[in-house]
Nanobody, 127 residues
Framework: EVQLVESGGGLVQAGGSLRLSCLAS?????????IGWFRQAPGKGREGLSC????????NYADSAKSRFTISIDNNKNTVFLQLDSLKPEGTAVYYC???????????????????WGQGTQDTVSL
């Protein structure tokens, strides 16, 4: 059974940083997967931020995530990270990781592309 568990969320002041982790189980990273990060702010839809392939580490970023967010992968630990820098109050949201099986290339950052989802971790950015 595929499971995703996010961690690393919390309360941070504007301009600060957080490092989110997504621990995956039920499969190994030597298979072809795409792992993505999304967020959902209060009263808004889910927004895709970035994704990375387990095949070769290729990445894709949304315009809103470029220059401030960095996605990375540790294949030995079945974990994907999202480094969030220069956070803004509008970054207050629940952050989710998601997986798509069987892809060697990055995919569109759309909810419908992904098959499995974690429960999310809350990030709150204060002024």
């Amino acid at each position: 059974e595929v499971q995703l568990v996010e961690s690393g969320g919390g309360l941070v002041q504007a301009g600060g940083s957080l490092r989110l982790s997504c621990l995956a189980s039920g499969f190994t990273f030597d298979e072809a997967w795409v792992i993505g990060w999304f967020r959902q702010a209060p009263g808004k839809g889910r927004e895709g931020l970035s994704c990375i392939t387990t095949y070769d580490g290729s990445t894709n970023y949304a315009d809103s995530a470029k220059s401030r967010f960095t996605i990375s992968i540790d294949n030995n630990k079945n974990t994907v990270f999202l480094q969030l820098d220069s956070l803004k109050p509008e970054g207050t949201a629940v952050y989710y990781c998601a997986e798509k099986f069987g892809k060697q290339q990055v995919v569109e950052l759309s909810e419908v592309e992904f098959d499995y989802w974690g429960q999310g971790t809350q990030d709150t950015v204060s002024l």
